[in-house]
């Protein structure tokens, strides 16, 4: 066992907080969101389904990369300052504690509210004879020919049992076997393509009965002649984390290389394995030994296996009715002012005005508008777009297919490593290619995370260059679900700008400075650097200063020991991060005057912006990148100055109104825990979610940070 008392001196030690640690407190920023009683049962529900799949994603991508340096005998030491043994026994004890809590809030919180809202869920023994007549007709025709049996003996190898799949481990006993092999142990996976739950419609309410009871009540179908001695119920988790090595060989096939390192994420290392309470000892020691896992990855539970699993109830039709509804989209601040009759041509609206979008508070459509305009518009010669996550059914696809189809060049940076998105990119950029499309399956050494649209248009006397420059993918359904933001623009220096950087990834180019963008890997972490600094510099001199960033991660060494000599020169630091946060607030001599806040709630956080004050002329940027070292060392990224005032104006806004929130707000502490910001008495609710959805131009004007 770890001793408790050494370890927290050792992490309160460090001037970072751990990137692992912090990414544990934000899913418990997410928990509390199924935690709140003033949300319905449907959206507690869905944040309990939100945590689980985190954590699923956090056992595959950062434990698994702990275990790289485990298992291989590496070095490695977190920013709490542990090694990698000690860091490993003080994340799973964290880790325990979390999942704990996730049990104890379905089973004293949220199954007691099922009934009063239209549902059940029952096992098999449960339901009367003729709802189990149909679960019966149900298991024969659907479930028993897909399952298979796998045995494991002296004569039978251990079967490849695949991740995040729900799996029987049943021990059996033939008596007519000789004594020493009479005990066996078989597996059965229970298929990914089968519901997770068989729905029942009773008069009152629905029924949800786990496909897992289904079988288990019907187990001794795949067991014949033989005595059933227990059944039990695991989950594997398996190291996904993987990272495609630059190759300067021009014969290596990059897409087999990539196809070939998808695979293995279901058959990598066991991280974690959920099993149901009191397991069979013949079968967890098994399974132990097999796996080489010890106490620490063993998590034992009370309740259904894979939370992920209630996304089937909350999106039910039956309940469509009571899901939470969003206001109507509302107009960008730029087009409120046109009028009915105006020309509503989106390249004629851009020669006049830049348009700032906030997404999901505008609609993505202005967006696609000027893309699907673009395939359709007989002046249009090009277009060039970075692409990272698709929607699927995406408008995007569909336009830039039509633009191929009427004879357009179009070019396409597609971004095949876009992790869990790997093989649904891969589909898409081969459909494009295909139809003519030029494509380009990322780069091999870095992923391309920015997002960047070109439009290249032929307007008789000149060629006019039309840019989207965002912080989100081109995800129309997403778009709908995560804060982003956008800017349309027909300004000369930001296509100048986005050329050069198509002609850089493309081609051969290496551009030594852009106008109005800062790009990585190359530039961005050194441009910040540089305004940081200057903002010292003006508070050594008595200028007044500010910084304020709004980013969803921030966990770089070099932009975080920046900030810290920038708040001992007393510049005011307002930091509003949504995810892991590595530096620590309000530390005597080291960040006194530096504030972290997290807003978690209705719509995930995704926008990214910089702000520094510059002594009363702001300069604001907004883009793709956090403030993580891969997003400045091993990423495509690019973020844009904002230089239209009113588009900078909005920005602002945006931040301003996030240092006002205290409905959904969580202030981090010195010890990188967090507490929940609370009404003070007599101040009135601010909840972004809902404000922005009041966005006006007079509203803009009066924004202000510092």
């Not at 295909?434 to 960047?452: D, N, P, Q, W």
Request: proline share 3%; charged share 25%; hydrophobic share 35%.
């Amino acid at each position: 066992m770890i001793n408790q008392e050494k370890i927290a001196a050792l992490i309160n030690s460090s001037n970072y907080i751990s990137r692992d640690l912090s990414w544990l407190q934000f899913n418990y920023r997410v928990l509390y969101q199924a935690q709140m009683s003033s949300r319905t049962v449907f959206e507690r529900l869905k944040f309990l389904a939100i945590t689980a799949s985190n954590l699923d994603e956090f056992f595959m991508i950062r434990v698994g990369s702990l275990y790289n340096y485990i298992d291989y005998g590496k070095r490695r030491t977190d920013y709490s300052g542990l090694r990698e043994d000690q860091f490993k026994q003080k994340l799973f004890q964290d880790v325990h504690d979390f999942s704990k809590q996730q049990s104890e809030l379905l089973l004293d919180e949220l199954q007691p509210e099922f009934e009063n809202n239209g549902f059940k869920i029952l096992d098999v023994k449960d339901l009367n004879d003729n709802e189990r007549e149909h679960v019966d007709k149900y298991f024969n025709r659907m479930v028993f020919p897909m399952l298979t049996p796998m045995v494991y003996d002296t004569y039978h190898a251990f079967p490849v049992l695949q991740n995040l799949l729900t799996i029987f481990g049943v021990v059996t006993t033939d008596k007519r076997e000789e004594t020493g092999n009479r005990r066996k142990i078989s597996f059965v996976q229970i298929p990914k393509n089968l519901p997770k739950f068989f729905q029942i419609e009773r008069e009152d309410y629905w029924v949800f009965v786990p496909i897992e009871s289904i079988i288990e009540a019907h187990i001794t179908r795949l067991f014949r002649n033989v005595e059933v001695e227990s059944v039990d119920l695991f989950r594997l988790t398996r190291n996904g984390d993987f990272t495609l090595d630059e190759s300067d060989d021009l014969d290596t096939d990059f897409l087999n290389e990539l196809k070939s390192k998808l695979r293995t994420r279901k058959t990598g290392r066991v991280v974690r394995m959920e099993i149901t309470e009191n397991p069979s000892p013949m079968l967890r020691e098994v399974l132990m030994e097999r796996f080489d896992i010890d106490e620490d990855n063993i998590f034992e539970s009370p309740v259904l296996l894979d939370h992920t699993r209630y996304w089937q109830i909350v999106g039910h039709k039956a309940f469509a009715y009571l899901q939470p509804t969003s206001p109507q989209f509302t107009t960008p601040v730029a087009m409120q002012s046109i009028k009915k009759g105006d020309s509503d041509n989106i390249f004629d609206r851009l020669k006049k005005q830049d348009i700032f979008l906030h997404h999901p508070y505008n609609s993505p459509d202005t967006m696609l508008e000027l893309l699907e305009a673009a395939a359709d518009d007989p002046k249009v010669l090009a277009i060039k777009m970075t692409i990272y996550r698709l929607a699927k059914d995406s408008r995007v696809t569909k336009a830039l297919l039509a633009a191929v189809e009427s004879g357009k060049q179009v070019s396409v940076l597609f971004e095949v490593k876009a992790r869990f998105d790997e093989e649904n990119n891969l589909q898409e950029a081969k459909k494009l290619q295909e139809a003519g499309c030029f494509v380009i399956y990322g780069m091999s050494a870095v992923k391309t995370h920015t997002k960047l649209m070109l439009v290249v248009r032929n307007e008789g006397d000149q060629v006019t260059r039309y840019a989207h420059l965002g912080s989100g993918n081109y995800n129309e359904s997403t778009a709908k679900l995560y804060t982003d933001i956008g800017l349309l623009t027909s300004k000369e220096a930001y296509g100048e700008d986005v050329s050069e950087f198509f002609n850089a990834i493309t081609g051969h180019s290496q551009p030594k400075r852009y106008n109005q963008i800062l790009t990585a890997p190359r530039q961005m972490r050194k441009g910040f650097i540089n305004l940081i600094e200057q903002e010292a510099k003006n508070a050594k001199d008595g200028l007044p200063s500010g910084i304020m960033i709004k980013v969803n991660s921030f966990q770089d060494d070099k932009m975080m020991d920046a900030l810290y000599a920038a708040s001992q020169a007393g510049v005011k630091i307002h930091l509003i991060v949504r995810g892991i946060c590595c530096i620590r607030p309000g530390r005597e001599g080291l960040s006194e005057n530096i504030t972290v806040r997290s807003i978690v709630g209705d719509f995930l956080e995704h926008t990214r912006l910089f702000y520094f004050h510059n002594n009363g002329d702001p300069i604001v940027y907004g883009g793709s990148a956090d403030a993580m070292t891969r997003s400045f060392d091993r990423r495509i990224e690019s973020q844009f100055e904002i230089v239209d005032p009113l588009c900078k104006k909005e920005a602002i806004n945006i931040l301003d109104f996030n240092l006002k929130d205290n409905v959904n707000s969580f202030v981090m502490n010195e010890d990188g825990s967090y507490t929940k910001q609370t009404i003070k008495e007599g101040d009135r609710s601010f909840n972004v979610f809902n404000e922005f959805y009041n966005v006006t131009q007079k509203v803009v004007n009066k924004s202000k940070i510092f």
